[in-house]
């Protein structure tokens, strides 16, 4: 995970050439300035020297011998003169040159009569004093010679020897230069010392970071990234007659200890639950904190699934002791799912779908824990993939309601009906809502679907209404829908948007998406309610808070489960039950309806019992809109003279001897 260049050799030379070639090229610039400054002034001192050496041999004998008016006198001491000056062991020569670039007189007579050419000697004859090398180791200076109206009558050219210029430069630089060099060679060994102090530290922040993106922050743990890592490793390596177990963990109403006690006791009762995972498990198993209250455990190697259950066991019995938080002891329990490789799938992703999938069964069905089989897969590829076609679903008209009518006991009157949906699949043809709902409840599509399907019973009610049909239509919500507290503007616009009147729909919850979050949902439910909608409970009696929910919540109806009702010519005990339900709601003004009506028999023992309303086969099995509409004709002509003894055939049916068929369209 580490990045490479951090650690690698080469890092230092890298950001110390980029750093040090600006200053090597700054350094060589200040040194060529340095060393042309000084060999200027050094230049400058020689031109003084020889202005000196001008006023020595006098200004009158250089001109009187420039204009050749010399006596012999002066001539001789002139001569004399030039000699002297240049017996010096840094002059090489001295010569007087006339206007015509003539030498008129040299302390080396056989200088005399040639005629030398420089730039030099033409600045010093415009009256400009002047010097500059000649060849490599000789200097020239040349001082004008001025007649008595200041105009250059001349030249007056000492040559001197370069290695004078260079010991002047030297003196000036060679300090400067060593100063220089220090400073150099102490930027280098700050920068090296910085580098090296740079390099540690970020060698420390990549393994802290690195670290932090392969473990958990709470507890510690490694996180789901290196948990898959070493999970595809272990597939890898393992033995041909060997398996490897992914054991999927979620504690149970963890969401509770959170919304009770608040999230920072919540969090130390996950780390507390890390500490305990991490000292049941065996050397080279591993234990992982995904995300939120889901943990996971690697085996490695193990023989079979009794040694995936074992390590399961292991897990609730190191929950057994209360965990202590916010002052309270408190007991933590969790569902978790199995898989093995290669039983369950090839690829780490395969078994974490397969452990997934196994957790939520164990948790559905209160198991503790679940070894993966085929018939727990609510959430297969195939059916994960229905998710992403529900945007086009809806779009193209795909996503309809049947509806299942809800007729009253005591005078068979259908006063509403149930909207169910269906999707008509151009591939797969009809679906029902158990292939694509469960797993459409746990993305972010079932918001849009329900809105969607809200509408679309609206718009139907308001058909029935305008062929004289007024019934109650009911639609279900789910868990996610129902804690949406914009929910209820939105099915107030849709009500203004469709013209239908609040009463005309009754939304169906469940127990189960109640208590997941009761205070929400009881601001969403009482907001509908307000608006003039009935709420009812569906499947009642087989949640955890019926009496709270019926207490508390805004409820005009409870619907008795089909799974009692269907029983109870079998099951005193379901047979208890229901009449039981049905004498709390008469006692507390709630209209019951039982589901799963299906025989004669359970008509009159409902009937008996005071069961308000009836959904079930006993009627009709859901039909689309225009089939409803035709079993509505057919039911009201078959028992306009009381409550049904009979199913009513389905309209669309060939017409059985002596009754002419009933022609609807819309055919399933």
């Known amino acids: 995970m580490r990045s490479n260049w951090i650690g690698a050799p080469g890092f ?69 003169g030039l000699k002297l000056l240049a017996s010096d062991g840094e002059v090489f020569s001295v010569a007087l040159i006339d206007r015509r670039r003539r030498v008129v007189q040299a302390a080396d007579r056989t200088l005399v009569g ?150 920072f006791n919540g969090d130390r009762v996950i ?31 193990i023989s079979d699934a009794d040694a995936a259950t074992a390590a399961a066991q292991r897990v609730h019995k190191t929950l057994e002791e209360p965990f202590t938080a916010g002052g309270l002891a408190l007991r933590v329990e969790a569902s978790v799912g199995i898989a093995l490789y290669p039983d369950h799938g090839d690829k780490g992703g395969k078994l974490m779908r397969a452990a997934d999938v196994a957790m939520y069964a164990s948790k559905k069905g209160h198991l503790g824990h679940a070894i993966y089989s085929p018939e727990q897969q609510h959430y297969s590829p195939a059916r994960l993939g229905l998710v992403a076609q529900l945007d086009r679903a809806m779009a193209q008209g795909e996503l309809v ?88 503007k939105e099915i107030q616009k849709m009500l203004s948007r469709v013209g239908a009147p609040a009463n005309s729909l009754e939304l169906e919850v469940t127990e189960s998406a109640i208590i997941y979050d009761p205070r929400r949902a009881q601001i969403v439910l009482e907001g509908l309610s307000d608006m003039g909608l009935r709420i009812a409970i569906d499947d009642f009696g087989t949640g955890y808070s019926s009496l709270t929910s019926l207490k508390n919540l805004p409820v005009s109806t409870i619907k008795i489960d089909k799974s009692f009702v269907m029983t109870m010519d079998d099951d005193n005990s379901d047979a208890a039950i229901v009449k039981s339900t049905i004498q709390l709601g008469r006692n507390l003004g709630l209209e019951v309806v039982a589901e799963g009506v299906e025989t004669p028999n359970a008509w009159a023992r409902l009937a008996e019992m005071g069961c308000d309303l009836a959904q079930g086969y006993y009627l009709s099995r859901a039909l689309d809109g225009s089939r409803f509409m035709g079993w509505l004709g057919a039911y009201e002509q078959k028992f306009a003279a009381g409550p049904p003894r009979l199913p009513v055939p389905d309209p669309i049916t060939e017409a059985r001897p002596g009754r002419p068929p009933l022609r609807i369209a819309g055919a399933e």
């Not at 709470?218 to 290196?226: F, Q, S």
């Not at 234990?287 to 889901?294: I, M, N």
Request: hydrophobic letters at 45%; proline letters at 5%; a neutral charge.
């Open 12 to 80: 230092l030379v890298k950001i110390g050439t980029v750093t040090l070639v600006p200053v090597l090229i700054m350094a060589f610039l200040l040194v060529k300035s340095l060393d042309g400054s000084a060999r200027t002034g050094a230049l400058e001192r020689a031109q003084h020297e020889g202005a000196v050496g001008a006023r020595l041999l006098g200004a009158e004998n250089l001109r009187a011998g420039l204009m050749g008016t010399q006596s012999a006198a002066q001539r001789r001491r002139l001569a004399r």
């Open 401 to 488: 309601l049947h509806y299942q009518p809800k007729a009253r006991f005591d005078n068979g009157v259908v006063e509403g009906a149930e909207a169910l949906v269906r999707w008509q699949h151009p591939e797969r043809g009809m679906l029902l809502p158990a292939e694509f709902i469960p797993v459409t409840e746990h993305t972010s599509m079932i918001r849009p679907v329900t809105i969607y399907l809200l509408e679309l019973a609206l718009e139907q009610g308001m058909v029935f209404r305008r062929n004289g049909i007024e019934l109650r239509l009911a639609v279900n919500l789910s868990p996610q829908i129902l804690l949406d507290l914009e929910l209820p």
């Open 271 to 301: 780390e507390r639950v890390g500490d305990r995972l991490k000292i049941i498990v065996r050397e080279g198993d591993t234990v992982a904190r995904l995300g939120g209250d889901e943990f996971a455990m690697l085996l490695p190697n």
């Open 114 to 263: 040639s005629r030398p050419r420089s730039p030099l000697l033409e600045a010093a004859l415009e009256g400009k004093p002047s010097a500059g090398a000649v060849g490599e180791n000789e200097v020239d200076i040349f001082d004008p010679v001025l007649g008595p109206d200041g105009r250059p009558l001349g030249a007056l050219r000492v040559r001197m020897s370069a290695s004078a210029i260079d010991a002047t430069v030297a003196d000036q630089t060679g300090p400067l230069y060593l100063i220089l060099g220090l400073g150099l060679g102490a930027l280098c060994l700050g920068l090296g010392l910085v580098l090296r102090e740079a390099r540690q530290r970020m060698a420390k922040e990549a393994s802290r970071k690195e670290r932090q993106a392969l473990s958990d922050a709470l507890t510690g743990l490694p996180n789901r990234t290196l948990f898959n890592e070493l999970l595809e490793k272990a597939l890898a390596e393992c033995p041909r007659n060997k398996r490897v177990g992914v054991l999927l963990m979620d504690l149970d109403r963890f969401k509770e200890i959170n919304d009770s006690l608040g999230h």
